[in-house]
């Protein structure tokens, strides 16, 4: 008589930390969403995800450590980093996610958070951090164009991404004026005239 193998076991992709990690941040972005980052508190959060505050205590420590991780989540998920081999497909593709992710009510919430400045200065060296996280991350398209020879060693990678994004971020939060269907690809040109021209003189 021969011995049935036996099944074998059936593990949930993510598993339960997972599960509970993606309700924290969850509950964490709906509260920023709809109270701003001042009222966003650690007992608040655990209780909208339906978890114990020592569990978001075990895992983030402090409140400050919830809202960086929540905000770079979102910002990363809504406003990822396109790799389609040409820097100006790149950059144009860049600046729609983010111009999309701003005018949705948790992309505004994130960036109007991100912009003030904090008396708190763990908040505030958390909003540095985050600022820096999301500039290392997009910073890849300008890295990936040197490399291919699109763009000059040594080219200001912070400055080509603020001089992309400050316009969409600036009509969104400030002038509340509608972002032009072709917007994205014309500050993709514009910022490439100035990048390379910069470097020709």
Known sequence: MTEEAPEPIRRRPGGRAERVRRAVLTAALEILTEEGVARLGIAAVAARAGVNESTVYRRWGTREKLVLDAVLTGSSEGVPVPDTGAVRTDLAAFAR????????????????????????????????????????????????????????????????????????????????????????????????DGLRGGAAG
């Not at 994130?110 to 991350?137: C, E, H, K, M, N």
């Not at 040197?146 to 600036?170: M, W």
């Not at 002038?175 to 994205?184: A, M, N, S, V, Y």
């Open 97 to 192: 996610a983010l111009a999309e992710y701003l005018a949705t009510p948790a992309g505004r919430s994130v960036a109007r958070a991100a912009s003030l400045s904090s008396d708190d200065p763990d908040l505030a060296g958390a909003w540095q951090t985050f600022w820096q996280s999301r500039l290392d991350q997009a910073g890849a398209i300008v890295d990936r164009a040197v490399t291919r020879g699109e763009l000059p060693a040594g080219t200001d990678t912070a400055l080509a991404l603020e001089l992309l994004c400050s316009p969409l971020q600036t009509r969104s939060l400030l002038g509340h004026r509608p972002i032009e269907p072709d917007l994205p690809e014309r500050l993709a040109d514009m910022v490439l």
